[in-house]
């Protein structure tokens, strides 16, 4: 099932647990490939005290946004955060389709979303390695869009680029979109925002 980023918004939705995928490493952090990142750092932002924790032994950070609703960054590069995912599902006894993994996409174009349940990865590595590591597909995604307005290129050639600045902006505007249109129906956030 998807659902555009056009009305309408997903039915049901209310996920315990939001990963944001993306490459921990400083250098890839302003990348198109980090647009999950950059979306929970972004929810993290709009939270009273964002102050993510880490536990010895694990790979994720952890940030709390309510009594029953986390934020978690994997701690491992975006090919293997199946195993980051499936620990902190472990850990907080939640199931996969209490889950929400936001990622770039770019199949679908810059200022776009699309809500997603039990789709394949679509070539998207990250995914494929959560799909792998759950043993199935039935969790929620949400799809930014990357694909810039010029010529096609494939993904490679330009997910791990630095995001320009004109780009950077539709980008986080689309978050504060996202955020805006999913007022009050408790997908990021417990209580109406």
Request: proline content about 7%; overall charge positive; aromatic content about 10%.
């Amino acid at each position: 099932m998807d659902i555009a980023s056009d009305p309408p918004m997903p039915q049901g939705l209310s996920p315990a647990l939001i990963v944001g995928l993306g490459n921990p490493d400083e250098a890839y952090y302003d990348t198109f490939h980090n647009a999950g990142i950059l979306m929970l750092d972004f929810l993290a932002s709009q939270t009273p005290q964002p102050e993510w924790r880490h536990r010895q032994g694990e790979h994720f950070l952890v940030l709390p946004v309510g009594e029953h609703k986390l934020l978690v960054k994997p701690q491992c590069y975006m090919n293997n955060s199946g195993k980051a995912v499936r620990e902190a599902l472990q850990r907080f006894s939640i199931p996969p389709h209490q889950l929400l993994v936001i990622h770039d996409d770019a199949d679908i174009a810059l200022g776009k979303w699309k809500f997603s349940y039990n789709r394949g990865s679509a070539g998207h590595k990250g995914v494929a390695s959560i799909i792998d590591a759950l043993g199935t597909a039935e969790f929620w995604r949400l799809r930014i869009g990357i694909r810039k307005r010029t010529a096609p290129q494939k993904a490679g050639a330009f997910v791990l680029d630095k995001i320009p600045a004109r780009d950077k902006r539709v980008l986080y505007s689309t978050f504060s979109q996202l955020i805006e249109k999913c007022k009050g129906k408790k997908i990021f956030f417990e209580e109406s925002r």
